[in-house]
């Protein structure tokens, strides 16, 4: 989970929607762990590829939150400013990481 003190409500907002939207969670992030997961057990893993890599995965998260919660005067990249964004892609790729040394498959 997110910092409640180091992250606007925003981030939290966008994390907590891509973690528990089945369609988000399969569609986006899903694809982009098992990429990073072979990356990573070839030994080719790069964090800040791996940010790039999540940071288009949480794009497209907040395009669809945006869709389904957002107003149609708001812009999805003004609902979701770019720094709260960088900032859930670098959680949640270190997320993935404790998770790989944890020993948790993706597949």
């Not at 003190?5 to 907590?16: G, K, M, N, T, V």
């Not at 149609?72 to 770019?82: G, N, S």
């Amino acid at each position: 989970m997110i910092n409640v003190d180091r992250y606007s409500h925003e981030a939290i907002e966008l994390q907590l929607y891509l973690e528990n939207d089945n369609a988000a969670w399969h569609a986006y992030y899903l694809p982009v762990c098992r990429t990073l997961a072979r990356k990573h057990n070839r030994g080719e893993f790069n964090r800040d590829l791996g940010i790039k890599a999540m940071r288009r995965c949480v794009d497209n998260a907040a395009k669809q939150y945006n869709l389904e919660h957002g107003s149609m005067t708001t812009a999805w990249h003004d609902l979701f400013p770019k720094g709260d964004r960088d900032r859930v892609a670098e959680h949640l790729v270190d997320r993935f990481l404790d998770a790989l040394r944890a020993g948790c498959p993706f597949w």
